[in-house]
């Protein structure tokens, strides 16, 4: 079993900048692509980005140019850095990881951006 502890969410203007963490815990010699997805009101959840434990990263359209991901295999910690944040990218973010057995998900973090 892996567990995954998401923080860092809050209120930011447009414009703003903010940085997601989340800590795995558990098997994480499991794992092997981590990433994150979002989840807005009304809406079904959508992928963020991802990062394979090779260090290859993936976007979504939204998320290219403005959001980075990394991680931090010694720290078992994984991060989203975003800037110029709009209000479109208000929701719930969630991280998730890969497994040998299936994929394992943190309880999320709000993120709300205001105009």
């Known amino acids: 079993q892996v567990q995954l502890v998401e923080s860092g969410g809050g209120l930011v203007q447009a414009g703003g900048s903010l940085r997601l963490s989340c800590t795995l815990s558990?098997?994480?010699?499991?794992?092997?692509?981590t990433g994150w997805y979002r989840q807005a009101p009304g809406k079904t959840r959508e992928f963020v980005a991802m990062?394979?434990?090779?260090?290859?990263?993936v976007y979504s359209d939204s998320a290219k140019g403005r959001f980075t991901i990394s991680r931090d295999n010694a720290k078992n910690n994984l991060y989203l850095q975003m800037n110029s944040l709009q209000p479109e990218d208000t929701g719930v973010y969630y991280c998730?990881?890969?497994?040998?057995?299936?994929?394992?998900w943190g309880q999320g973090t709000q993120v709300t951006v205001s105009t």
């Open positions: 998730y990881a890969e497994g040998d057995e299936g994929d394992y």
């Open positions: 990062i394979t434990s090779g260090t290859v990263t």
């Open positions: 558990g098997s994480v010699f499991s794992i092997d692509g």
